[in-house]
């Protein structure tokens, strides 16, 4: 445990930092990745070492008082330098990159897009570990202090994070050679309200233009058969022929090579989605997660060539 000369312990002030970052204690909490008891412990050990109260705490709300307010705007920058220095000397110590990766992501991309390119990154970097726990594609549920590199589909909020645009998610329309024999192949968006809607949570509406006029958007929104938060789930479904989907290209591929999924009303597509690899923004990036980026933007702007 660090600790500094007037035995102030370096945590402790890591906690005030996550609670005014955060705003509450078991958002601070869970980016530190620590039980809300010992958040709270830490706390309380920071306000006795300093003799004053950092944190106003009621059953709703947590706000620091004006002398939290300006220790953390003091300290953070110093921290932030600190932990900087401290990556900094210790990256120039090894030849061999070594560290841990904190990565975030949505199943979908991951399965079909990114675990192949994680496998690939660590065999080439044996020292490095990479730590995959949250799968998800919410965009406010991310900060630096639970994460290295988050990946995310869509446009993003602004943040702390650096966001690097490394493709784009184009939805197709799909259905099983089955299904299309036995209800028809629709010709028009309008039709799809006819037929029984396979959807991804929360893609409940689909947005379809056509090629051949940008102005002229439809929306359907008609009652879906079956919603599923996974789109590999969706895609089953509809291989099974229980009815039509809109999936991203890169989850479909290996369905049309197999025959498996045909692509349908080719004359109308959804707007693409970016995707995006985010990272820390300002000061020193350890060694490991540069190298991360470095790689994975490398690689998945070699992939997007070989795929347009």
Request: charged residues 15%.
């Amino acid at each position: 445990m660090q600790r500094c000369k007037n035995g102030m312990k370096l945590d402790d002030l890591r906690t005030l930092i996550a609670i005014a970052q955060h705003g509450s204690f078991r958002a601070a909490a869970s980016a530190l990745d620590i039980p809300p008891t010992t958040l709270s412990r830490r706390l309380q050990r920071l306000e006795d070492t300093l003799g004053s109260q950092l944190v106003i705490r009621d059953s709703r709300n947590v706000s620091l008082t004006p002398l939290g307010r300006d220790y953390f705007e003091r300290c953070q920058p110093l921290l932030a330098q600190l932990e900087s220095a401290t990556a900094e000397l210790h990256d120039s110590s090894h030849n061999q990159p070594q560290g841990a990766l904190r990565v975030s992501a949505p199943v979908g991309l991951l399965t079909y897009r990114l675990m192949p390119l994680f496998n690939q990154f660590l065999a080439q970097y044996p020292e490095i570990t990479l730590s995959l726990t949250h799968l998800s594609n919410q965009h406010h549920d991310y900060s630096p202090e639970q994460y290295d590199v988050v990946f995310r589909v869509g446009q993003q909020p602004d943040s702390s994070f650096a966001a690097a645009n490394i493709g784009e998610s184009q939805r197709v329309l799909v259905a099983s050679p089955a299904y299309l024999a036995s209800q028809g192949a629709p010709a028009h968006p309008d039709e799809l309200n006819d037929h029984a809607r396979l959807a991804s949570v929360p893609e409940f509406e689909w947005a379809l233009t056509n090629k051949r006029n940008s102005q002229e958007t439809i929306w359907i929104n008609s009652p879906v058969r079956m919603a599923i938060a996974d789109l590999n789930s969706i895609k089953q479904a509809a291989i099974q022929g229980l009815g039509i989907a809109s999936l991203p290209n890169y989850v479909v591929a290996d369905a049309f090579s197999s025959g498996q999924l045909s692509p349908m009303m080719e004359s109308w597509y959804s707007p693409p989605r970016p995707i995006y690899m985010l990272y820390q923004r300002l000061g020193y990036v350890p060694a490991h997660i540069q190298i991360f980026t470095d790689f994975m933007r490398d690689a998945l702007g070699h992939t997007q060539q070989a795929t347009k």
